[in-house]
């Protein structure tokens, strides 16, 4: 992964965070540490190339080919140890098993030349181009097919790169303005690594510049959510500084970047959502999270809503939760801008979102002085008057002017980018 960065400078008027990094010294000190070994070991490595080349000379060379001879393998080696470095361990596997195989294969051919009358040079040129070839097939679709093995089959051994990809998220410009993630983190439900990257943070700015001021507040926002992550101690917040040039949009940006590192994405566009879901990454969806945590209603449980306004049916009043769910009131329409008691008769779920219907709770037991309603002793309880007919039917409806979908949430919505 490349350093993350500890500050953004701006080129415009909004000022970027400053996201410290999680226990900086100590990372610090850390990193420090390991690549004052790697280079420690890299100089060894320089130097006992040399020294074998200049004693042994290989192909009769000079003292100084043989030594410019030894350095340049030295460098062959660091290049390709720098390179392995950013593979993952699935594609280090699989590569390994198909060069093994391919070596493998390369033998059979050999074995089976030599039984024949194939001229000796012919022969040994045949084995040797087989086994080039059929070693760097092996060991280029053995990477190719690495990520799909399943290394937590191996029962654990494995799991320390697994369970890093698991906790390293990237945030979408979209998620950031939302601002409930801040919440959720403050909550504890998220561990690991927030990745943001650059071109994220040069998108907010842009959004915080504009001179529109719905998407001027908007990029606000979410600079004052980094903000407050910033201040939690509990975060561990770092702006990853990969770029990918080549490719102008943002949502593959983020798609890129995920796979590089084999990360999350955390975000609530819609969009981003289903093409990273396409592509097989794992994706967290604020919304679905939201709506995961919807309290369950129930038929015949009592709720206190308050009337907003009226609906489409006769008598009929709309309120909404706290959440935006609608509910739709039978009898409530003289109850308008009241706080009512209801009793909740069903619930359906359509495709934009949940609709509650209920009624308006039955208080007529309840008479003025205390008076009992139960009839006397050799009396006849009064007859019920005929339920309505026509509540299935109102039911059924939502209110005049909603369509069925219930009041937008003061949220940002899931498709578009701000």
Avoid at 210 to 225: N, T, V, Y
Avoid at 288 to 307: S, T, W
Wanted: one cysteine or more.
């Amino acid at each position: 992964m490349a350093r993350p960065s500890t500050t953004a400078t701006p080129a415009g008027g909004a000022n970027l965070p400053s996201l410290k990094k999680y226990d900086a010294k100590e990372a610090a000190k850390h990193t420090s540490r390991n690549r004052q070994g790697v280079w420690l070991l890299r100089g060894v490595l320089f130097v006992s190339f040399v020294l074998a080349c200049v004693h042994f000379q290989p192909m009769e060379l000079s003292v100084e080919n043989s030594a410019l001879l030894g350095a340049g393998l030295a460098l062959i080696a660091v290049l390709l140890q720098m390179q392995m470095e950013r593979v993952s361990l699935r594609r280090l596997i699989g590569g390994t098993v198909g060069a093994l195989a391919g070596l493998l294969g390369a033998l059979l051919v050999s074995l089976v030349l030599a039984h024949t009358t194939m001229a000796v040079v012919l022969r040994s040129f045949t084995s040797v181009a087989a086994l080039l070839v059929l070693t760097y097939l092996g060991l280029a679709v053995g990477a190719a097919k690495g990520d799909m093995l399943n290394l937590d089959a191996f029962g654990g051994v494995f799991s320390g790169e697994g369970a890093g990809a698991q906790l390293c998220k990237v945030l979408d410009t979209s998620v950031i303005i939302d601002g409930r993630i801040a919440d959720i983190c403050t909550a504890q439900f998220l561990e690991g690594t927030l990745l943001i990257p650059q071109f994220v943070l040069r998108e907010l700015q842009m959004v915080a510049d504009s001179a529109d001021p719905l998407k001027r507040q908007r990029g606000r926002r979410g600079l004052e959510i980094l903000q407050r992550m910033q201040k939690n101690e509990a975060l561990r917040v770092e702006i990853a500084e990969d770029d990918f040039p080549q490719i102008a949009d943002v949502d593959m940006k983020l798609i890129e970047l995920a796979k590089k590192y084999g990360a999350k994405i955390l975000t609530n566009d819609y969009n981003l959502n289903k093409v990273a879901s396409l592509q097989g990454l794992e994706v967290l969806n604020i919304n679905q999270l939201a709506n995961a945590l919807k309290p369950v209603v129930l038929p015949g449980e009592p709720m206190k809503v308050f009337i907003l306004r009226e609906g489409k049916e006769f008598g009929q009043g709309v309120a909404y939760l706290d959440d935006g769910t609608m509910v739709v009131v039978d009898g409530g329409r003289r109850m308008i801008n009241r706080a009512v008691d209801i009793v909740v008769t069903s619930v359906h779920q359509t495709t934009a979102g949940k609709m509650i219907f209920g009624k308006l709770e039955d208080r007529t037991g309840q008479q003025s002085g205390g008076a009992s309603t139960v009839p006397a002793a050799g009396q006849t309880a009064p007859e019920a008057p005929p339920a309505r007919t026509s509540q299935p039917a109102a039911e059924g409806r939502a209110p005049e002017g909603t369509s069925g979908e219930h009041a937008p949430r003061p949220v940002f919505p899931e498709s578009g980018r701000p």
